[in-house]
Each structure stands twice: as structure tokens, then as C-alpha cells.
């Protein structure tokens, strides 16, 4: 993630906690913040699953 918008992040979030943030900034901080979470991770690929069901046999 850049700088600025580290740095950005860090403002909203502060405004956010001392309760002067506004609804426009308080959005932008939401996105910011999944896109920090979301930063360096690879995209989630879909999985195949197999299911083996085996057949106990009971005698």
C-alpha cells in the first residue's frame, strides 16, 4: 500500500476515534482499511473439492 494512503488511514482513523469524522470519511477509512488488510494477498482462487465416500461393510 502507498505511503499516502498509509497515511490517509491513519488520519480517518484518528478523526474516526475522537468521534470527528464525518459519514463521507468514515467510508473512506472502510475502503482504506480492506485495502490494507487485502494488500500483498493473492486472490482467492476457487477450490475443487472431491469427496470420497467409502462403504463400511458391517457383519
Same mark, same amino acid.
Not at 14 to 37: C, G, P, T
Given at each position: 500500500?502507498?505511503? #499516502? +494512503? =498509509?497515511?490517509?488511514?491513519?488520519?480517518?482513523?484518528? *478523526? $474516526?476515534? !475522537? &468521534?470527528?469524522?464525518? =459519514? $463521507?470519511?468514515?467510508?473512506? =477509512?472502510?475502503?482504506? #482499511? /480492506?485495502?490494507? @488488510? &487485502? &494488500?500483498?494477498?493473492? *486472490? @482467492? *482462487?476457487?477450490?475443487?473439492? !472431491? /469427496?470420497?465416500?467409502? +462403504?463400511? !461393510?458391517?457383519?
Amino acid at each position: 500500500m502507498e505511503q #499516502y +494512503k =498509509l497515511n490517509r488511514l491513519n488520519i480517518l482513523f484518528e *478523526k $474516526v476515534v !475522537s &468521534d470527528e469524522a464525518n =459519514l $463521507v470519511e468514515q467510508h473512506e =477509512l472502510s475502503r482504506l #482499511y /480492506r485495502e490494507f @488488510i &487485502d &494488500d500483498g494477498r493473492d *486472490k @482467492i *482462487k476457487p477450490l475443487s473439492i !472431491s /469427496r470420497c465416500f467409502n +462403504k463400511a !461393510s458391517v457383519g
